[in-house]
């Protein structure tokens, strides 16, 4: 019999080994998968985690990719993280990134073609401030009218999208693009580009402030105290009012942080890798960060190598799809495994399995 | 007295800890027999293994002349075992009938089932209404309800958890002729307690526990109250020293103090009033329910009132929240431990945190300062005796009894002016509980002004000057405890809820 027996104090060796083990657990369930669909299982997985970075012939190309995809990512969960440490739950990232894209363009065009190195500056906070307003309606609402922020945050990415659609044909449409959706190319224009900074890494202006927010995130969570108020206020909610915690500005707080970071993150994609505001400019880094928010046990140093290995499980997925033959739902299901995994394997860093006899006979 | 059930050699041993070891005794017909131990000596793992709940490890048990090893509570039921538990399990947002048919196996038809609670009730001396509201009950009343949830089907033997610790002396009382009612009916009760004077009114015989291990039998009738608690501590006590030093200026005025409960079916506070002085201790007696922990959530600014309601030194601190009273020189320590006045995942580092934070300067401009937080966290540690491998360990890891001492110990750390504390010894050995006591006690010699709230009504003789008690909400006047006598507390903490009637006065 298989018994679970909850540990005195979290184990310290799970906490670190689990995301290892569900790694490992994944490239097994994984290969037993692309078996089954009568590929090479060995070959699929080295072309996942290994010939994104070091194939001769596809790693010049895809490794820059490893940083431009992982930014995001990580910038987008450290905030989320946040709020998920203090039980406030924001689904939404996907709209907040939307809406500081918008914002940041629509601050940049306003001022096309001006030549001016302010310029870029300027739609960094406009796009900051577009994902933190964004974030702060499902706030609002939760503290006002006790809804549910989950919903709320939820519902408003498909608001989002549609606003995107409607931008992206109507008023930041391209004037001279001849009628074809999206808006002008924010990276070619010098004053608005978001360019890579040492070539051949993928590093750019996203890129730093994803590693910025890890670090700040890092030193909130463990030397100040509002940090100390938020794990507080996830796991003891009565404990935190009863140590003065408001939990209506903790709300407020969470959303903003991380609204505002989906919304620089957007920027950083629209002014850069993406180029413009278009119909499909979002491709769901909203919704990945929360897997890797958890992937990272909400730490911010776990989330830097969570998003840097879900960037990988991308850029491997098209690789593997393009060099294989792959199927795409194949690839999504397997990262479907890898959150999985996560999840169940989570319990050793609480639990221990005890494998016992029948219990004694009395 | 013929022999009704005989525990042979029962030893049952968790990780870590051995609950019970080698325990044997045997209770007859009709006897009341009392096991007796402090908190954490066995007493629960013992009666859950007769009800069925645990599995002994080694050992039998003996009903009727016939092997006994029920494997779940249903089956010691069907061979006449019943058992009240000290928490109720009871749905509050259904009607008495129907919270006593989801305890049957095969209930019978509603009407049917309210004809027998009430035939049952009356005959026992405890009057309920199979109609009325859970939620709208008292804990005695709720009490009733388990007790003739057991009663209609005529058990044997029946098992009571701490029963009294709801119930006000004069409900015990009425309690205790429906106990010796049954008893003289041939229902044997094992009844589980530390309230020695309770023990020694009603059982026959008593079996005292310590650590698992059975220490002591004995008639309690024959022996003295403290005879019987050295026997179960294993040590001698000291009661704690009361300050004569004359009282000081107002602490803490608290003036028509109404504020709504924040807990489901909890009690609203009702136009509360009374003065503190520095250097005196405020005793606040009730049965549970009552509005004790409404009344410890608007003192420590959890819930808030409306200005005027609560002075702190002079200040009106009515509408502030905790951390304002905090900086008022206000410290609080709540009832419930884990997850109310201690995070259960933190380390006791970080709990010290909670509420130190301000008093102990513990953080500036917003940066915690760790060192000095461990260092004060390693203090309490040290000062109240919490016996921990270490500052590091979650709050969930410590015994009850050693984190009510490290929370408590935390609160009187801070240099209070005021202290409000819910249940200081609630869950904590007698030694601790005597020293948490004394602690309490030299704040006050120290100047602070202490409320204590509690249902322990030794613990609020032994060390209140002053006493009131909660009654559905209201505070009842102030009086010195000097000269107060137990007829006249009962009537302070409520009456008996209407139980005198039954018994035929």
């Known amino acids: 019999m298989i018994r679970l027996e909850k540990r005195p104090s979290p184990s310290r060796f799970w906490q670190v080994a689990t995301p290892v083990l569900a790694v490992i657990l994944t490239m097994i369930a994984g290969g037993i998968m692309f078996a089954l669909l009568g590929k090479d299982p060995v070959a699929a997985i080295r072309t996942i985690f290994w010939d994104p970075l070091f194939h001769p012939q596809f790693a010049d190309y895809s490794r820059p990719q490893l940083l431009v995809k992982a930014g995001p990512l990580i910038l987008i969960a450290v905030g989320l993280s946040l709020g998920f440490r203090a039980g406030i739950w924001n689904i939404g990232a996907e709209g907040q990134y939307i809406m500081g894209a918008i914002c940041g363009a629509a601050a940049g065009l306003a001022l096309y073609p001006a030549d001016s190195r302010l310029i870029f500056p300027l739609m960094v906070i406009a796009g900051g401030l577009g994902g933190w307003a964004w974030g702060m309606i499902p706030a609002i609402l939760k503290t006002r009218f006790n809804t549910n922020e989950i919903l709320v945050s939820l519902l408003l990415v498909y608001v989002a999208q549609s606003l995107l659609a409607s931008m992206a044909l109507g008023r930041l449409r391209n004037p001279e693009g001849g009628g074809f959706p999206g808006s002008r190319n924010l990276s070619r224009w010098e004053s608005s580009a978001n360019p890579e900074l040492i070539a051949g890494t993928g590093m750019h202006w996203g890129v730093v402030a994803a590693f910025i927010a890890v670090i700040a995130a890092y030193i909130l969570l463990q030397r100040h105290i509002l940090g100390f108020q938020i794990k507080l206020a996830g796991q003891a909610p009565r404990a935190a009012r009863f140590a003065g915690v408001n939990p209506a500005r903790l709300v407020v707080l969470c959303l903003g942080i991380s609204g505002m970071l989906a919304g620089l993150a957007g920027l950083f994609e629209v002014t850069g890798p993406a180029g413009q505001i278009s119909i499909d400019f979002n491709s769901g880094y909203g919704f990945t960060a929360i897997i890797v928010a958890f992937l990272g046990r909400l730490n911010p140093l776990g989330i830097l190598l969570a998003g840097l290995l879900m960037a990988l499980t991308y850029i491997g997925g098209e690789l593997a799809q393009l060099m294989l033959g792959l199927p795409a739902a194949a690839i999504q299901a397997f990262q479907g495994m890898l959150l999985f995994f996560l999840l169940a394997v989570d319990l050793l860093s609480n639990y221990r399995i005890r494998i016992a006899g029948p219990a004694g006979v009395a | ?505």
């Open chain 2, 1 to 505: 007295m013929t022999e009704l059930l005989r525990l042979e050699g029962l030893t049952k041993a968790y990780p870590g800890v051995v609950a019970n070891s080698d325990v044997s005794f045997a209770i007859g017909t009709g006897e009341v027999h009392a096991l007796l131990g402090e908190n954490g000596a066995g007493k629960s793992t013992l009666v859950k293994m007769i009800y069925g709940l645990v599995k002994p490890d080694t050992g039998r048990m003996v009903l009727r002349g016939q092997p006994y090893a029920p494997d779940r509570p249903a089956e010691a039921r069907r061979q006449g075992v019943a058992m009240v538990f000290q928490h109720f399990s009871l749905f509050e947002a259904l009607d008495v009938a129907e919270n006593v048919a989801l305890g049957m196996e095969n209930p019978p038809p509603m009407r049917e089932l309210a004809a027998r609670i009430r035939a049952v009730s009356e005959e026992y001396g405890l009057p309920l209404d199979p109609d009325r509201m859970v939620g709208d009950l008292s804990a005695g009343e709720r009490q009733r309800v388990e007790i003739v949830r057991c009663l209609l089907q005529d058990p044997k033997l029946l098992i009571m958890d701490e029963p009294t610790s709801v119930l006000t002396p004069q409900e015990v009382e009425i309690l205790f002729r429906t106990l010796r009612q049954l008893s003289a009916e041939g229902t044997a009760i094992l009844y589980i307690s530390h309230k020695l004077e309770e023990i020694r009114a009603l059982c026959d015989e008593a079996t005292i526990l310590r650590r698992g291990k059975v220490v002591a039998t004995c008639t309690p009738r024959e022996r003295s109250a403290r005879e019987m608690a050295e026997l179960m501590v294993g040590a001698v006590l000291t009661p704690p020293a009361k300050s004569a030093k004359p009282k000081g200026e107002v602490a803490l005025e608290v003036r028509d103090l109404s504020a709504a409960s924040p807990i489901p079916f909890g009690t609203s506070l009702k136009q509360v009033n009374f003065t503190l002085r520095k250097g005196e201790v405020l005793g606040i007696a009730g049965v549970a329910g009552n509005g004790q922990d409404e009344l410890l959530l608007a003192l420590s600014g959890e819930l808030k009132s409306d200005p005027g309601m609560v002075r702190i030194a002079g200040r009106d601190m009515g509408a502030t929240g905790p951390q304002a009273r905090r900086a008022a020189g206000l410290v609080s320590a709540p009832e419930e431990r884990l997850g109310h006045a201690a995070a259960p995942d933190m380390s006791l580092v970080e709990n010290a945190l909670l509420s130190g934070a301000l008093r102990k300067g513990l953080v500036r401009n917003g940066f915690i300062d760790w060192a000095a937080t461990e260092d004060f966290a390693a203090g309490i540690v040290k000062d109240f005796d919490v016996r921990t491998p270490g500052t590091h360990v979650a709050a969930r890891a410590l015994s009850g009894g050693n984190l009510q001492k490290f929370v408590v110990g935390r609160e009187l750390s801070q240099s209070p002016e005021v202290i409000v504390i819910n249940q200081p010894t609630w869950g904590v050995d007698a030694a601790a509980a005597a020293a948490i006591r004394q602690a309490i006690l030299d704040r006050a010699e120290a100047g602070a002004a202490v409320v204590v709230i509690s249902q322990d009504l030794d613990e609020l003789l032994e060390i209140a000057d002053d006493f009131a008690a909660l009654n559905e909400g209201r505070l009842t006047p102030t009086r010195p405890v000097e000269g107060l006598g137990i007829e006249e507390i009962g009537l302070m903490m409520g009456g008996a809820h209407d139980m005198e009637v039954a018994h035929g006065h």
